[in-house]
Every structure is written in structure tokens, then in C-alpha cells.
């Protein structure tokens, strides 16, 4: 048996995911999240070492190590690193052999990858300059209206309405929702909006990279049913999500450093 481990460092949350290979075909044995914080290469060995103890691993028992993510040039435990696109790509494709457009919202970025018929990367576009249309956007106005993240899902789905959010950066659209709640807009409706608003950026980027079936989408938007169901009836085609988005880059990290051996 032969064991990888695959570390995507994001500027909001980290994430390890453990890979066996025994001949026949590989295996997610596990995986990890927590949030970055100040150290990003302390954050990925803490979890590194909790997931090996967890499965009575030690490092010694790992082939190889592979680095993605913001902060993947800091690390210094890894044989190599791999850009983000490139493991998101390989780890998807892992998941879902028949993708072809890849929707990631993360914290602070969002993307857009076309995929090839062999899982190559054909195209993408990313956003990382602005936090609009990103997990930071969600976590700012949810703050500004006092409702979980969680609960942003299920207004989603029981609300049939929703108000258009017009401002595309943060600081103003914050500002208008202050005002919708002054004048009384229900908060379901704003929330709702605030979905279609984070989709309708991801929309955006999708239609410049050309949208084709299976879509499917990950980062920890993704658990967000709301901003899906938005981007489906944006986009007129329904949306896979894997069973944990928020590993994808991980798990394409520790399918390249299979590839080391």
C-alpha cells in the first residue's frame, strides 16, 4: 500500500486530504479542513499529523507530498508544488469524469475552469482582486443581518422572492443592504438577493470561458444550496456538487503526488 497526502493552503481555510494507492485503483482514506490563520504551514502539518494519527500513519509511511493554494510557496514539508487551476482540475476529474466546466468560489477568489475530454485544463478565468462574488462577500453581509451562513441556505429555498442587489463592490453593496433593511425589505428577500448577486458574478466568468455539460461546482460555496440553485437557473443546466467542495484542490494535490512516484 502507498499513501500521498495532498495540501491545499487557502487564504481563508487549509485543507489535507490522504490518498492510498494499493494496486488496483486509489482511495480517499480521509481528509481535513480548518481555518488558515496566521501560519499557513502550521495550520497544514497540525492537520497532517491529526489525519496520520487517525489512521495509525506516521510520515515516514508517506511517498509523497504535494502542495496547492495562496499559500503553497511558504510550505517547506512538500517534494512539489502544483498552481490551484491544475489541481482543481485533476481532482474534479478524479470525481466526475465526464466535467466540463468547473465553478470554484472560495473565501477570497472565485474561478472558472474549462476541461478538456482527457481532464487537461482548456481554459479558465479567475477573480482575486475583489472579494464580491466570494465566501468573504457571504460572511460580510451575513454579519450585516445578523443570519448565519447556514441560515442564508434555507431562507434561499423557501423564499420565492428576491431584491436586486445592483452595487458589485463589497463596501457599497453592504451599504445598500443597510438601506433595504431601513426601509423594511424582508430579510428573506435580501438574502435571497444576496445569493443571485454571488452567483450572477460566477455566471459572469463562466459565460467568458464558455459554458459545457456536466458543470459542476466546488469550494465551500458550494454548500451554499442557494447560490447553486441561483446559478442553475442562471445558467439553464443543473449543477453537480461533490459530497465535500471544499477539498477538490487537496485531493488534486494528492493525486499529482501519486504521479511523483
Do not use: W
Amino acid at each position: 500500500m502507498k499513501y500521498f497526502l495532498g495540501v491545499d493552503i487557502g487564504s481563508a481555510t487549509t485543507k489535507v486530504v490522504l490518498l492510498s494507492y494499493d494496486g488496483s485503483g486509489d482511495k480517499i482514506l480521509g481528509y481535513s479542513i480548518k481555518e488558515t490563520g496566521p501560519d499557513g504551514n502550521k495550520t497544514a502539518l497540525d492537520l497532517i499529523y491529526d489525519l496520520l494519527k487517525t489512521h495509525n500513519l506516521s510520515l515516514d509511511n508517506i511517498n509523497n507530498i504535494v502542495a496547492t493554494g495562496y499559500g503553497r510557496v511558504k510550505v517547506d514539508f512538500t517534494q512539489k508544488t502544483k498552481t490551484e487551476i491544475s489541481c482543481h482540475a485533476k481532482g474534479i476529474s478524479f470525481l466526475f469524469p465526464n466535467v466540463r466546466t468547473v465553478i470554484d468560489i472560495g473565501g477570497q477568489d472565485s474561478k472558472v475552469i474549462k476541461i478538456g475530454k482527457n481532464g487537461a485544463v482548456v481554459d479558465f478565468v479567475m477573480n482575486d482582486k475583489c472579494a464580491a462574488g466570494t465566501g468573504r462577500f457571504l460572511e460580510i453581509m451575513s454579519k450585516v443581518l445578523q443570519i448565519s451562513l447556514d441560515g442564508f441556505r434555507e431562507v434561499h429555498l423557501r423564499t420565492l422572492e428576491h431584491v436586486e442587489i445592483t452595487n458589485i463592490c463589497t463596501v457599497f453593496a453592504e451599504s445598500e443592504i443597510i438601506t433595504l433593511i431601513s426601509e423594511g425589505v424582508p430579510k428573506e428577500k435580501i438574502i435571497k438577493g444576496i445569493n443571485y448577486s454571488v452567483a450572477k458574478r460566477a455566471f459572469s466568468l463562466a459565460k467568458r470561458v464558455g459554458i459545457e455539460m456536466e458543470v459542476v461546482m466546488s469550494g465551500g460555496v458550494a454548500k451554499n444550496i442557494g447560490v447553486v440553485r441561483a446559478l442553475e437557473d442562471l445558467m439553464g443546466v443543473n449543477i453537480k456538487v461533490p459530497e465535500e467542495p471544499q477539498i477538490i484542490g487537496a485531493l488534486g494535490a494528492a493525486l499529482f503526488a501519486k504521479e511523483l512516484s
